[in-house]
């Protein structure tokens, strides 16, 4: 059991940067897989980024691959997404997600999701 709370989304013009955090409750965050999902508008939810237990492994979407890093600092329960170069289409709401299994292989239904925060890229 763990509870997620993102933060750092807003408004952004393309070609700018943003750093998401997602802070988890509990004693246990360093048992969890992380992974960030978004779903925009009229699309489905998508898998953009996720990072094992120790951080030695990180799975990113080809769409967002040399633009997104992905990391976790355990002592602080916390996984970050640092967005750079932003596109209009990365526009969505972005959610935190964990799991005990890799979440890079499990698809859209991680044990636990966050409630989202807004990122919105203007052109």
């Known amino acids: 059991q763990v509870q997620l709370v993102e933060s750092g989304g807003g408004l952004v013009q393309a070609g700018d940067s943003l750093r998401l955090s997602c802070a988890a409750s509990?004693?246990?965050?360093?048992?969890?897989?992380m992974g960030w999902f978004r779903q925009a508008l009229g699309k489905e939810r998508e898998i953009v980024a996720a990072?094992?237990?120790?951080?030695?492994?990180?799975y990113y979407a080809d769409s967002v691959k040399g633009r997104f890093a992905i990391s976790r600092d355990n002592a602080k329960n916390t996984v970050y997404l640092q967005m750079n170069s932003l596109k209009p289409e990365d526009t969505a709401v972005y959610y935190c997600?964990?799991?005990?299994?890799?979440?890079?292989?499990?698809?859209?239904?991680?044990?636990?999701w966050g409630q989202g925060t807004q990122v919105t890229v203007s052109s």
């Open positions: 990072i094992s237990q120790d951080s030695r492994n990180t």
């Open positions: 997600a964990a799991d005990r299994r890799r979440i890079d292989i499990i698809g859209t239904s991680p044990d636990y």
């Open positions: 509990g004693r246990t965050f360093s048992s969890y897989y």
